[in-house]
């Protein structure tokens, strides 16, 4: 079952849909299947391969289920012209958010300016988002700095600074059963992209489920059901393509050429192959002895033709259990509604019966 985007969808995916072979594309709403919002903040760079991660993850996990999803953005995260028009256009008004009757939510991170994330100037509403969707949803997924924030908000757990970026494709294994990990086995791969972490004994200290984590990468996955709705939390990236990594690195690389940090980025671990690293770096010794953005004219861009996406079993399987829930839960609140439906159709049949005797 193809996604159905609300509103206007955004040119990327109709590209992709209008490909040949492609399943027909749909933007109308229906009152059937499954009613999701995507909260994207990342940054603009970012902002429309983020859309195409999460549209071919939930494309790909829905089967035949129907899946709606509406796109939203917080305010206060800084934009460009470019990226307010995109929102502009593809995007609903977070007011909408309120009055929406919602599933699921998937809210993403973005780049933090502050330590202390309670000092980001879209704080305020992100806060205003999770107690919304604890009472209003019936699960909401959180990625990366969204899961850190929800637990900040929470239950004040702190994220803690790493020494150096958590940055590749991470093996973990099951820390236990859990219906989001029906099919998961040990040694699923995930991607990870942050410099800080939420850790596992603080997070059980304060009731939440751990339900996979790697030796090197820590804590992948974790839950907890916070009102109503089952928090799923995210500290890697399942959504991402094969290319995404490739992409930070690039980024990370130029901004070190610019001066704008004074490290040369590791290499993701686990992510290129052997000939694919040493091109790298071979790369890197170039840029280290003569730095200046204007060698990144000569970075290796083909090698991004041999990377491929380990991980994307894994995260159809999660996302397709996260969507199974979904669906369970919204049939298991349909059920009294029904039976009151009936219990009243009954009962007004018994009164017509009884009137119709009465003189």
């Given at each position: 079952?193809?996604?159905?985007?609300?509103?206007?969808?955004?040119?990327?995916?109709?590209?992709?849909?209008?490909?040949?072979?492609?399943?027909?594309?749909?933007?109308?709403?229906?009152?059937?299947?499954?009613?999701?919002?995507?909260?994207?903040?990342?940054?603009?760079?970012?902002?429309?391969?983020?859309?195409?991660?999460?549209?071919?993850?939930?494309?790909?996990?829905?089967?035949?289920?129907?899946?709606?999803?509406?796109l939203y953005s917080l305010t206060g995260v800084p934009r460009t012209d470019r990226g307010q028009r995109h929102l502009n256009s593809f995007y609903f008004e977070f007011d909408d958010l309120w009055k929406t009757p919602l599933d699921g939510i998937i809210i993403t991170g973005t780049e933090p300016h502050h330590s202390d994330l309670r000092n980001e100037p879209y704080w305020g509403l992100m806060t205003e988002v999770f107690d919304w969707a604890a009472r209003n949803t019936s699960s909401t997924i959180l990625s990366c700095l969204a899961a850190h924030a929800s637990v900040l908000h929470f239950d004040r757990i702190p994220r803690h600074r790493l020494a150096d970026?958590?940055?590749?494709?991470?093996?973990?294994?099951?820390?236990?059963?859990?219906?989001?990990?029906?099919?998961?086995?040990?040694?699923?791969?995930?991607?990870?992209?942050?410099?800080?972490?939420?850790?596992?004994?603080?997070?059980?200290?304060?009731?939440?489920?751990?339900?996979?984590?790697?030796?090197?990468?820590?804590?992948?996955?974790?839950?907890?059901?916070?009102?109503?709705?089952?928090?799923?939390?995210?500290?890697?990236?399942?959504?991402?393509?094969?290319?995404?990594?490739?992409?930070?690195?690039?980024?990370?690389?130029?901004?070190?050429?610019?001066?704008?940090?004074?490290?040369?980025?590791?290499?993701?671990?686990?992510?290129?192959?052997?000939?694919?690293?040493?091109?790298?770096?071979?790369?890197?010794?170039?840029?280290?002895?003569?730095?200046?953005?204007?060698?990144?004219?000569?970075?290796?861009?083909?090698?991004?033709?041999?990377?491929?996406?380990?991980?994307?079993?894994?995260?159809?399987?999660?996302?397709?259990?996260?969507?199974?829930?979904?669906?369970?839960?919204?049939?298991?609140?349909?059920?009294?509604?029904?039976?009151?439906?009936?219990?009243?159709?009954?009962?007004?049949?018994?009164?017509?019966?009884?009137?119709?005797?009465?003189?």
């Open positions: 079952m193809p996604l159905i985007i609300e509103g206007r969808v955004p040119s990327h995916w109709l590209e992709r849909r209008n490909a040949p072979g492609a399943a027909p594309i749909d933007h109308v709403r229906t009152s059937a299947g499954l009613h999701v919002a995507l909260i994207n903040n990342m940054p603009d760079p970012a902002l429309e391969d983020t859309e195409l991660q999460f549209f071919d993850l939930l494309d790909a996990a829905s089967g035949a289920t129907p899946v709606c999803i509406r970026k958590r940055f590749g494709v991470f093996e973990a294994a099951k820390n236990c059963d859990h219906p989001l990990m029906n099919g998961i086995k040990d040694g699923l791969r995930l991607p990870h992209s942050r410099w800080n972490e939420v850790r596992a004994n603080e997070l059980s200290a304060a009731g939440y489920d751990v339900l996979t984590s790697s030796p090197l990468a820590g804590i992948d996955v974790f839950v907890k059901k916070i009102r109503k709705s089952l928090f799923l939390h995210f500290q890697g990236h399942p959504e991402y393509s094969s290319e995404t990594l490739f992409k930070e690195y690039r980024r990370d690389i130029r901004r070190f050429l610019r001066g704008e940090r004074e490290t040369y980025p590791t290499m993701p671990h686990g992510y290129f192959d052997r000939v694919t690293a040493e091109i790298l770096e071979t790369f890197q010794q170039k840029a280290v002895m003569d730095r200046g953005e204007a060698i990144m004219n000569s970075f290796p861009e083909s090698v991004a033709r041999s990377l491929q996406n380990a991980w994307h079993s894994s995260a159809v399987l999660i996302y397709s259990n996260w969507l199974q829930y979904l669906a369970s839960e919204k049939a298991r609140s349909s059920v009294f509604p029904a039976m009151m439906a009936t219990y009243s159709n009954a009962r007004e049949k018994r009164l017509t019966v009884q009137n119709r005797g009465r003189p």
